[in-house]
């Protein structure tokens, strides 16, 4: 495959890449250059984790990439997760990587790291050390948001490790490529500024896109925010259920979550089930059928994300018709999943483990 087609793949991946020049450089001169996403193990995954993860996992690994993906329990520890219980949250990491088994991921290209085993070497916690001294207490607060967090918000002394530890997992793992969400963005650019002053290098930031949540966006709050803090603001959460698709949710589930979904007409940009179509059912369907009665036009076979908001914002298809079709897609999509947890001996205790554990920030 030639660095073009390459780096159109990654484009495809990153809504942000710091930066496209260092990014061939990268591919002309690494034959498989090594990329990470790493997630918190913190309770119940939603579709943004499990299959859009898999959608820009796999499209990594098409374009040359070796992927790890980065067990992250001990910053979840650190992040006070599953209520600080240390074991309960490696519990919930073996269940994410069970969700994934039926994603769709490659998982046979994919290694997976646990911060357990980082921690345990001590070249490690020297990086975690170089990179706190040669930091501000002010620089570090200011990447709170990779924890969930605001600036405004009083840390405890574990999540101004946090910070630290994640930009050490980067020169630690060695890696060339951060393909990780907008709302990691902060810490991927310490990570960029700090690491040539140690010796290091500067890793490529690609960042993925990050859906939307289901419920009406406060709008009227965040006019003024950048494109990357009005993304977090308004993206999907774990602690509000109703503002996301979970891998496990059952048919009835998504459709009750779908329904009352936010979904204004004609509107394309920052309507939720336009992104679920973009990002996730048109990545994985190719194209889709919106099914409708006769007399309102029959039914529409569509080729392209493209083609959909044209009609979208035309108003030649109905929200209602448009929250069927993302039901249908769905509930398609999630089905080996559910089967799989309730099939696999394993799957199904991790997932009655993780629904009966309290879901917090």
Known sequence: MDIETRLDLIREVGEEIITERELRHVLETKRHPVAYDGFEPSGVIHIAQGIQRAVNVNKMIKAGVRFKMFVADWHAWANNKMGGDLEKIKRVGEYLIEVWKVTGMDLKRVEFVWASDLVQDQ???????????NSTIKRIIRCGQIMGRKDSEVLQASQILYPCMQCADIFHLKIDITQLGMDQRKVNVLAREIGPKLGFWKPVIVSHHMLMGLLPPKFHLIPAMSKEERQIEIKMSKSVPDSSIFMTDSAEEVKRKIEKAYCPPRMVHENPL???????????????KIERPERFGGDLEIGSYGEMEKLYAEGKIHPLDLKHAVIRYLNELLEPVREHFRKNKKARGLDRFVKSQKITR
């Open 123 to 133: 070249e490690y916690w020297k990086k975690v050390m170089q990179i706190s001294r």
């Open 274 to 288: 336009m992104e679920y179509m973009r990002y996730i059912i048109f990545e994985r369907f190719g194209s889709v």
